[in-house]
């Protein structure tokens, strides 16, 4: 590897290694005869394991000192919050310690970058966290762009501003789908315990809103070792815990609009076994765009990536797949993953740690499914307010001017009336026992906005993808008047 460092210091007894700043990297210190301390603060690079070391001051700027040897003060992590104290070893081996209460600004673009579908088109977006407060500056995914000079377009949300207050440091906020309805939450991961509170993003036109829901987990262990999603395929993201041989304790998220107890339940029967790698290295991410999660090691010195397919429910749930990516000529601390692309598989994104622009190697993993499914619900209008669901047979197809049978053993599943306007295109909700019958035997529930489509939740089904109606604001005219397509959803 050579030589990180040219040095700072010429006699060696007075060069220190510890962590500062609570970063987990350790950086250069440097004694004084006082027992004072200066040194250089551990940034990352493109390079793993070539840091740059950031210069802090002129002696005692870490701190003063207390008239003592170095030889007899030790930096230690006393109080378990990620820092190196200051400890004396006095006579018999007594402890005097001083608490590391400093702070730096040493956080970097690449610390607050997140991809996260904001707006619930199907891509991700891009998401910048104020470090101190979590205040989300979001750029939404405009696609593929000519004009632009980069060949892609970011358009600005709320004009570049922040467009909530935020809830927690950055280093603490996570997005994922809790509730399913298409767009990401914001979430705040304890670090400490991995407790997830839930704020749900409400979407928003002029005005972005979300709305706090509490606690709903109340974790395993440390926050670094969860991730956050979709292991069963049902548009809801699902709790991960990391063993340290990056085995997994999974959590199914069985969150909905009537479930006032518990948001996660065991889900014992997709748990990995793990592959002997850091945690910190592996991802959950959809790679082949099935709408399931699949376990991806990205090796943090080269940044090759290594994948085993989710096949869950059926057994073994992981199938290796091998190394899918050799690396880029950049640190594996430097890959992010996003959908970029409206194919629902996520692209492998490098990331210039000190400024956020980013480069992407989009996913060619194999064409979209384009397969016959056998079930189907398309939603239309039948009055401003009335909507009509209907379920397609299993072992029918349905033609584009088909007119919905009603009756016990018809197609409807419900004609719910609804508080929509003219001008609303789709129904933002609808659930099971109250709007909506059970479908192909399933519960389910329906959650979107008036403006865009959402997403269909139904127990034990996987893979359920909702689309704009390719009859969109067609009207079809039936024998008991007329309906106005709007949406369907298949699998």
């Known amino acids: 590897m050579g030589g990180i460092a040219t040095g700072a210091v010429s006699d060696i007894s ?6 500062m700043n609570g970063d987990g990297r350790d950086d250069y210190l440097i ?49 378990g919050d990620g820092k190196d104290d200051y400890v004396y070893i006095g006579d018999h081996g007594a402890l005097s310690v001083w608490y590391n209460r400093g702070t730096t600004d040493d956080s970097m673009a690449i610390d607050g970058l997140r991809f996260a579908d904001m707006d619930g088109d199907g891509v991700d977006d891009y998401v910048w966290l104020d470090p101190k407060t979590g205040a989300p500056t979001v750029y939404l995914n405009s696609g593929v762009n000519d004009g632009d000079s980069l060949g892609w377009a970011w358009k600005p949300i709320n004009g570049g501003k922040p467009i909530a207050s935020g809830a927690a440091p950055a280093s603490q ?22 407790l997830l509170k839930a704020y749900l993003n409400l979407g928003g036109e002029s005005e972005w809103k979300f709305q ?63 592959i002997n790698q850091s945690p910190e290295e592996i991802d959950f991410i959809d790679m082949n765009g099935d709408g399931k999660a699949d376990y991806v090691w990205t090796s943090r010195l080269d940044g090759s990536v290594k994948v085993w397919y989710n096949d869950y429910p059926k057994k073994p749930t992981w199938q290796e797949a091998g190394e899918i990516a050799g690396g880029v000529g950049t640190s594996g601390s430097n890959i992010r993953y996003a959908k970029l692309q409206k194919t629902g598989r996520y692209d492998y994104v490098t990331v210039d740690p000190k400024t956020g622009a980013i480069g992407a190697w989009l996913n060619g993993c194999g064409d979209p499914d384009t397969s016959k499914k056998k079930h189907r619900i398309t939603i239309a209008r039948y009055l401003v307010t009335v909507w009509v669901i209907a379920e397609k047979p299993v072992d029918k197809d349905w033609s584009s001017d088909t007119c919905f049978k009603t009756g016990k053993d018809g197609d409807t599943r419900g004609t ?32 979107g906005s008036t403006e865009r489509v959402g997403k269909l939740v139904c127990d034990g089904v996987s893979g359920i993808r909702c689309y704009e109606d390719e009859n969109f604001v067609k009207t079809q005219k039936c024998r008991f008047g007329s309906y106005t397509y709007a949406l369907y959803c298949e699998w």
């Open 14 to 19: 007075k060069l220190v290694f510890a962590d």
């Open 31 to 79: 004694w004084d005869e006082d027992g004072g301390l200066t040194g250089f603060l551990n940034q990352p690079t493109n390079r793993e394991g070539v840091p740059l070391f950031v210069n802090q001051g002129p002696a005692k700027t870490i701190a003063d000192g207390i008239k003592k040897k170095p030889s007899t003060i030790r930096l230690a992590d006393m109080d």
């Open 173 to 194: 906020v996570v997005f994922g789908d809790i509730s399913g309805d298409g767009l990401d939450d914001y979430l705040d991961l304890d670090p400490k315990t991995g």
């Open 212 to 274: 706090p829901i509490g606690t709903i987990a109340s974790g395993l262990g440390p926050g670094k070792r969860v991730r956050i999603a979709d292991i069963d395929g049902d548009g809801r993201d699902d709790y991960i815990f990391l063993k340290d041989n990056g085995g997994t304790t999974i959590y199914r998220n069985i969150y909905g609009p009537d479930n006032d107890g518990d948001k996660y339940a065991p889900m014992p029967d997709a748990d990995a076994s793990g």
């Open 416 to 447: 719910p009336v609804l508080k929509t306007t003219a001008d609303d295109k789709f129904p933002a909700a609808l659930r099971s026992g109250d709007t909506m019958e059970k479908l192909y035997g399933h519960t389910c529930f329906y959650e």
